[in-house]
């Protein structure tokens, strides 16, 4: 007689062979009584699913309150099919939700046991699909299920000791040039390294594709944990020699100490891990970093600002306004023009410093956005002014992001054109000049605005990546020394004549100078000597919104 007969099998037996191997195993076991609708899983299916209960009667309809809906339709299908009879099994992948409401995936298998031809129960398995792996066979190491049942023990109070996350340097681009083959090999030799670089006491497991976890729960310290860095790094570094240097890579660590991961949960302490060894790859790779709650801080910080940022944008762009700050002829001590100047102010109206939102706005290509924003903002503002004083000169900042990645050249000359304003009235500012001067082509493009009549200034010379090469190059028409180049030439006086030299050399190649940073009536007059075009700085006036700007300067 076939098992899948009943052999006088009842319900009862079933569910006692469930709950015997109910602590053996992490799959569910379940059975469902076809004649008396009835359903039995394993007791701990209860801890991960939305399951009213481990046993029920009216199982299609109870299965609705956990199934993820968009699946119930299907499922309902197949149970009545299954109870019908004429089939031997049922296998089927569908979700069920979580205690979160989130679907999981899982794969649902069974045997129909029949009396002749009538089904009499469904006997099966169930197992999670998306389910993370305990261990890992290239490195031959525990997983990250592993590490959070080993963590989740101590909870809320962990012994003394540490975490040190450790990541291999620039795999992907390893795992490009040699293939996986080969990335696999390293990693299984990073794996062992490892291991035989860790002290009693300490585990090691892998988590994610290239990173590596070892824990201390033994009043391992600090120092401990940076030499088992240093003495793994040397590993690896013997390694690529033995190699011939076939695959030149480092490796980078992240350390938790014991203050960072006393009283924390498991998801803290993760994070934690994972920012402290991106951190360390952010800081020039090869080293490790050591948490610090502060950085962290300033982490979660950038990152709600730049969800506020975005936020902003969406609705309109609400919160950004454009500023001005004046520039004046330095012989006649007369207007000039302005520069305009990117400005946030949060929703509590506190207004957020441009060095912390520009670089944000930078780094997530949202400068385009908020950058054709201001552009439009600005001009709409210029023309307003130049029909009052024609010899109004309005500075638009642009970045290498924007000339890059979008067509903010093209649109300047459309927009300059659309407003109908003088383009040389218009002053295009470019930072980060040192970027755009090793992209020919961009540099070609950027020369268009010139082309048009468009006045092109070259932001912070002095510092940075601007020199006189780039005068070659980009061609600017006005040069902006910055503010610090400024205040070392007011206190040194080396400086004051290299400034002084730098301004002639300028002027003799028939371009302006604007000498920015002067805060006070006695920086204007020593650097009348320098010979400047044009000045900007405080003591003129600060950067104001276009009405304050309307009244002090040109009502």
Same mark, same amino acid.
């Given at each position: 007689?076939?098992?899948?007969?009943?052999?006088?099998?009842?319900?009862?037996?079933?569910? @006692?062979?469930?709950?015997?191997?109910?602590? +053996?195993?992490?799959?569910?076991?379940?059975?469902?009584?076809? !004649?008396?609708?009835?359903?039995?899983?394993?007791?701990?299916?209860?801890?991960?699913?939305?399951?009213?209960? +481990?046993?029920?009667?009216?199982?299609?309809?109870?299965?609705?309150?956990? /199934?993820?809906?968009?699946?119930?339709?299907?499922?309902?299908?197949?149970?009545?099919?299954?109870?019908?009879?004429?089939?031997?099994?049922?296998?089927?992948?569908?979700?069920?939700?979580?205690?979160?409401?989130?679907?999981?995936?899982?794969?649902?298998?069974?045997?129909?046991?029949?009396?002749?031809?009538?089904?009499?129960?469904?006997?099966? +398995?169930?197992?999670?699909?998306?389910?993370?792996?305990?261990?890992?066979?290239?490195?031959?190491?525990?997983? @990250?299920?592993?590490?959070?049942?080993?963590?989740?023990?101590?909870?809320?109070?962990?012994?003394?000791?540490? *975490?040190?996350?450790?990541?291999?340097?620039?795999?992907?681009?390893?795992?490009?040039?040699?293939?996986?083959? %080969?990335?696999?090999?390293?990693?299984?030799?990073?794996?062992?390294?490892?291991?035989?670089?860790?002290?009693?006491?300490?585990?090691?497991?892998?988590?994610?594709?290239?990173?590596?976890?070892? *824990?201390?729960?033994?009043?391992?310290?600090?120092?401990?944990?940076?030499?088992?860095?240093?003495?793994?790094?040397?590993?690896?570094?013997?390694?690529?020699?033995?190699?011939?240097?076939?695959?030149?890579?480092?490796?980078?660590?992240? &350390?938790?100490? =014991?203050?960072?991961?006393?009283?924390?949960? %498991?998801?803290?302490?993760?994070?934690?891990?994972?920012?402290?060894?991106? @951190?360390?790859?952010?800081?020039?790779?090869?080293? +490790?970093?050591?948490?610090?709650?502060?950085?962290?801080?300033?982490?979660?910080?950038?990152? @709600?600002?730049?969800?506020?940022?975005?936020?902003?944008?969406? #609705?309109?762009?609400?919160?950004? !306004?454009?500023?001005?700050?004046?520039?004046?002829?330095?012989?006649? $001590?007369?207007?000039?023009?302005?520069?305009? *100047?990117?400005?946030?102010?949060? #929703?509590?109206?506190?207004?957020?410093?441009?060095?912390?939102?520009?670089?944000?706005?930078?780094?997530?290509?949202?400068?385009?956005?908020?950058?054709?924003?201001?552009?439009?903002?600005?001009?709409?503002?210029?023309?307003?002014?130049?029909?009052?004083?024609?010899?109004?000169?309005?500075?638009?900042?642009?970045?290498?992001?924007?000339?890059?990645?979008?067509?903010?050249?093209?649109?300047?000359?459309?927009? /300059?054109?659309?407003?109908?304003?003088?383009? =040389? $009235?218009?002053?295009? !500012?470019?930072?980060?000049?040192?970027?755009?001067?090793?992209?020919?082509?961009?540099?070609?493009?950027?020369?268009? &605005?010139? !082309?048009?009549?468009?006045?092109?200034?070259?932001?912070?010379?002095?510092?940075?990546?601007?020199?006189?090469? %780039? *005068?070659?190059? &980009?061609?600017? $028409?006005?040069?902006?020394?910055?503010? =610090?180049?400024?205040? $070392?030439?007011?206190?040194?006086?080396?400086?004051?004549?290299?400034?002084?030299?730098?301004?002639?050399?300028?002027?003799?190649?028939?371009?302006? /100078?604007?000498?920015?940073?002067?805060?006070?009536?006695?920086?204007?007059?020593?650097?009348?000597?320098?010979?400047?075009?044009?000045?900007?700085?405080?003591?003129?006036?600060?950067?104001?919104?276009?009405? #304050?700007?309307?009244?002090?300067?040109?009502?």
């Amino acid at each position: 007689m076939s098992i899948t007969e009943s052999q006088n099998l009842s319900i009862h037996q079933l569910c @006692e062979a469930i709950d015997l191997l109910d602590t +053996c195993m992490d799959d569910y076991l379940y059975v469902y009584d076809f !004649e008396n609708d009835f359903y039995y899983i394993s007791s701990h299916a209860q801890d991960r699913f939305s399951l009213p209960s +481990c046993s029920f009667h009216d199982v299609a309809l109870t299965h609705s309150q956990f /199934v993820y809906p968009p699946d119930f339709p299907k499922l309902k299908d197949e149970l009545a099919l299954l109870s019908k009879g004429g089939r031997t099994s049922h296998s089927m992948q569908y979700r069920w939700t979580g205690h979160d409401g989130q679907p999981i995936w899982i794969d649902c298998r069974g045997t129909i046991i029949s009396e002749g031809d009538k089904p009499l129960y469904l006997f099966g +398995c169930i197992n999670e699909i998306g389910a993370v792996q305990k261990a890992d066979n290239v490195s031959g190491l525990l997983g @990250e299920s592993t590490l959070k049942s080993y963590i989740q023990q101590f909870l809320p109070k962990l012994p003394n000791g540490f *975490l040190l996350r450790i990541g291999l340097d620039d795999f992907k681009k390893i795992n490009e040039k040699l293939g996986t083959d %080969y990335g696999d090999r390293m990693l299984k030799r990073t794996a062992d390294d490892i291991s035989s670089c860790i002290l009693p006491g300490q585990k090691i497991y892998r988590v994610q594709s290239d990173e590596f976890i070892v *824990l201390d729960f033994a009043g391992g310290t600090e120092a401990i944990a940076i030499d088992l860095y240093k003495r793994i790094r040397s590993f690896i570094s013997k390694f690529v020699a033995d190699n011939h240097y076939e695959a030149v890579f480092t490796i980078s660590a992240g &350390l938790l100490t =014991s203050e960072n991961i006393i009283q924390h949960t %498991y998801s803290d302490i993760m994070k934690y891990s994972d920012f402290s060894l991106n @951190e360390a790859k952010r800081q020039g790779k090869n080293l +490790c970093y050591i948490f610090q709650q502060a950085d962290y801080d300033k982490f979660c910080r950038r990152q @709600e600002l730049t969800k506020v940022l975005r936020q902003s944008i969406n #609705e309109g762009f609400n919160g950004f !306004e454009a500023y001005f700050q004046p520039l004046f002829a330095s012989r006649t $001590n007369t207007l000039y023009g302005a520069e305009s *100047l990117m400005r946030f102010r949060s #929703e509590s109206g506190n207004m957020i410093s441009p060095g912390e939102f520009i670089p944000i706005l930078e780094e997530t290509g949202l400068i385009i956005p908020v950058g054709q924003w201001m552009l439009h903002t600005v001009l709409k503002r210029a023309k307003e002014i130049i029909e009052i004083c024609p010899d109004f000169h309005i500075s638009i900042n642009v970045s290498y992001i924007q000339v890059m990645k979008s067509d903010i050249i093209n649109e300047i000359i459309r927009a /300059v054109s659309s407003y109908q304003i003088p383009p =040389s $009235n218009v002053i295009v !500012e470019l930072t980060e000049s040192g970027l755009l001067v090793s992209n020919l082509q961009l540099a070609k493009t950027w020369s268009k &605005l010139n !082309e048009q009549g468009i006045q092109l200034a070259l932001d912070d010379f002095g510092t940075g990546y601007s020199n006189f090469h %780039y *005068l070659h190059t &980009l061609r600017p $028409n006005i040069i902006k020394i910055d503010r =610090s180049f400024t205040l $070392n030439a007011l206190e040194n006086e080396y400086e004051y004549n290299l400034l002084a030299l730098i301004s002639g050399m300028v002027h003799d190649l028939n371009l302006t /100078v604007c000498i920015e940073g002067i805060e006070t009536n006695e920086e204007r007059l020593k650097m009348l000597n320098v010979s400047p075009d044009y000045y900007q700085g405080f003591f003129f006036g600060k950067p104001c919104p276009y009405e #304050e700007f309307v009244k002090n300067f040109i009502a």
